[in-house]
């Protein structure tokens, strides 16, 4: 099975439905990322089925979580692009912020944005607590698969989403101890908390998509 077979049965798996000309957008990406990652290292993973697997499906689980329509969504600590370049390539009507301070890797999103026009595109090459102002309530989603604990993730990224506003975090089994420690510190008010527990396609592997609300509970 060549990569494109292999991933279009991935994205049956997922019950994602993509025209041929994302798919080929796909194929793109993962052309460019094996060319620019043997100069700059942007992932570990080498073969196709491993980055269609762990870098294009794993980024798309995070489609069950994102609510439906137009919607500005920022992807914090974007390394190479995951999730916010696939949930782009399917979602072509979101307006998507790419956060990402390694110069090399935001040139490269940079690179990829260019290559399949994707408009609505902005790299923002900075840390994600170091974000200007004029940033603040400004995205409807904020998205991440970067090793931010749940914690730390809430008090950096929630000033950043409208009122009512979400941040998804993929985690692994051991996300409910961040449960605690978030619910032990001193936040103000508790954000609302929810779990959607889902398939990684081609494996045994189970995600955690953590999903917080940043309308705060009074």
């Not at 912020?97 to 026009?117: N, P, Q, T, V």
Request: aromatic share 8%; with cysteine; proline share 5%.
């Amino acid at each position: 099975m060549n990569a494109k077979e292999f991933l279009k049965k991935g994205l049956a798996e997922l019950d994602t439905q993509c025209s041929e000309e994302q798919i080929a957008a796909f194929m793109t990406y993962l052309t460019e990322l094996k060319k620019w990652n043997r100069a700059y290292n942007l992932t570990a993973l080498k073969t196709d089925e491993d980055i269609i697997i762990k870098h294009f499906l794993d980024s798309l689980l995070y489609l069950k979580a994102i609510p439906s329509g137009p919607l500005k969504l920022a992807d914090a600590g974007a390394g190479a692009g995951f999730p916010g370049i696939p949930l782009k390539i399917v979602r072509p009507d979101t307006e998507l912020s790419l956060i990402e301070s390694s110069g090399k890797k935001a040139a490269f999103m940079r690179h990829i944005a260019r290559l399949l026009y994707l408009g609505n595109t902005d790299v923002i090459e900075q840390r994600l607590e170091h974000l200007e102002n004029k940033y603040e309530k400004s995205f409807d989603v904020i998205v991440s698969r970067a090793t931010f604990s749940i914690n730390d993730f809430l008090k950096m990224a929630c000033p950043y989403v409208k009122d009512g506003g979400r941040l998804i975090l993929n985690k692994g089994p051991r996300f409910s101890e961040e449960l605690k420690e978030m619910e032990q510190a001193r936040h103000d008010n508790l954000p609302s908390v929810e779990i959607m527990k889902v398939d990684l396609p081609f494996t045994d592997v189970k995600r955690n998509l953590i999903l917080l609300s940043c309308k705060m509970k009074p």
